[in-house]
């Protein structure tokens, strides 16, 4: 699989972003897809997952404000960001489970100032 991720970018809080994830290279719409996102010098955490038949889980800091959705005809994940806090702050990446190991795209930085 291939994944590449966009969209991100620097933004003020209170502000909004969309990233954008293209898979290649797999049957897309038999794969569950997630969001996950890396702080400076914190652990790579759960943002937003969506499984093959649309039912999505939520970080609990990102509930209400973010929205994850999936485009089977373009091979799509997106990532709607609403309300972006400092806090969110992070490198973005674009995840699956391919053949039982999850599997990464290079990731987009998302930058918040108060």
């Known amino acids: 699989v291939q994944l590449q991720a966009s969209g991100g970018g620097l933004v003020q809080a209170g502000g909004f972003l969309r990233l954008s994830c293209g898979a290649s290279r797999i049957m897309f719409r038999a794969y569950d897809m997630a969001w996950y996102r890396q702080a400076p010098g914190k652990e790579r955490e759960l943002v937003a997952s969506i499984t093959s038949g649309g039912e999505t889980i939520y970080e609990n800091s990102v509930k209400g404000r973010f929205i994850i959705s999936r485009d089977n005809f373009a091979d799509a994940v997106y990532l709607q960001m609403n309300g972006l806090k400092p806090e969110d702050t992070a490198v973005y990446y674009c995840?699956?489970?391919?053949?039982?190991?999850?599997?990464w795209g290079p990731g987009t930085l998302v930058t918040v100032s108060s």
């Open positions: 995840s699956t489970i391919e053949r039982g190991l999850r599997r």
